[in-house]
């Protein structure tokens, strides 16, 4: 196991006291563990684990998620003692206090935040490690156009995460095979790449994956298990310390907004296509072209 005792929980998370029972937690610990073993992969995780692995910064970050995790999830489960005659809140009323609601859901949200940082630090070191490039998503990344996190940022302007990207690479795999299909025969991955000119054919494929995989995620996975990145994007400040959710309806549009952006881009990377291959320049927007020829107004 990456932690192996209270004391090592302690050092990462400094929420844990280092003289609690390590066996409540220790199952909680490696179930968190089995979660971030499917993300990163086992031969990944078992370089962690080995002499090589364990003194460098990704087993710092490795560990630091497995622990914000398993804490929270320690901490749900023991708000309330369950007994034989029923559940039963125990309270010092001179030296305790039960935190209201909102204040459970605030640091909740706080070890969400550290889990979700500590993953992107940890996928961003493992990046040169071979163990690493021997996961299924890291063999599927490389038949990618949207080659990586700081790709998917400059196409779509969502906040960078590592660990976003990580998770939407089936969805833009999937993306990838419907632009494939509107771009043709000629399609060639290999020949794609990240362009500052936005004018170009292989920014608007680009654009129309990254945005088409936004939109498959949002509609396939639950509002609650959205990626924490996808969230924030559809939050709403409510103003002072408060943050609202995004409500269904706000997901829908978010998500009928990116469609149609998707179904743009689409269209201007095929006309882009066309004009490169020689053919005739024409628009696909639904306004005609301002030219003096188009002047005229129908009674």
């Known amino acids: 196991m990456i932690i192996q005792s209270a004391e090592q929980l302690r050092a990462v998370t400094c929420s844990y006291y280092a003289n609690n029972d390590w066996e409540r937690i220790e199952q909680t610990v490696r179930a968190v563990q089995a979660e971030v073993e499917r993300v990163i992969g086992t031969a990944a995780l078992e370089w ?11 087993w710092q970050c490795c560990a630091a998620a497995i622990g914000y995790m398993a804490t929270m999830r320690y901490s749900r489960l ?15 009323r001179e ?21 979700y940082r500590a993953l992107d630090r940890l996928l961003i070191l493992l990046e040169p490690v071979e163990a690493f490039h021997l996961s299924a998503t890291w063999q599927q990344r490389q038949r990618l156009i949207v080659v990586d996190a700081t790709c998917l940022t400059w196409l779509t302007g969502m906040e960078e995460s590592a660990w976003l990207f990580h998770r939407l690479v ?8 419907f632009v494939v299909k509107a771009y043709g025969e000629a399609f060639s991955p290999e020949e794609f790449h990240t362009f500052e000119n936005t004018d170009t054919m292989n920014y608007a494929a680009q654009k129309a994956v990254a945005l088409g995989a936004l939109a498959l995620m949002g509609r396939r996975t639950q509002l609650q ?16 310390n408060s943050r609202q959710q995004p409500t269904t309806d706000a997901l829908q549009a978010y998500l009928k ?20 291959a020689g053919g005739t320049q024409y628009s696909h927007l639904q306004v005609p072209e301002n030219t003096p020829d188009q002047k005229y107004m129908r009674l």
């Open 48 to 58: 962690l684990a080995s002499a090589e692995g364990c003194v460098t910064e990704a």
């Open 78 to 92: 023991n708000d309330i003692s369950h007994e034989d005659e029923g559940r039963k809140v125990k309270i010092d």
């Open 95 to 115: 030296n305790e206090a039960r935190p209201f609601e909102w204040q459970l859901a605030r640091d909740e949200r706080a070890h969400l935040e550290e889990y």
């Open 170 to 177: 089936p969805m833009l795999a999937e993306s990838q095979s």
């Open 225 to 240: 298990q959205l990626p924490y990145g996808l969230m924030t994007a559809m939050e709403s400040d409510g103003g002072g």
């Open 257 to 276: 907004q990116l469609s149609k952006d998707q179904h743009y881009w689409l269209n201007e990377m095929r006309r882009l296509r066309d004009v490169a």
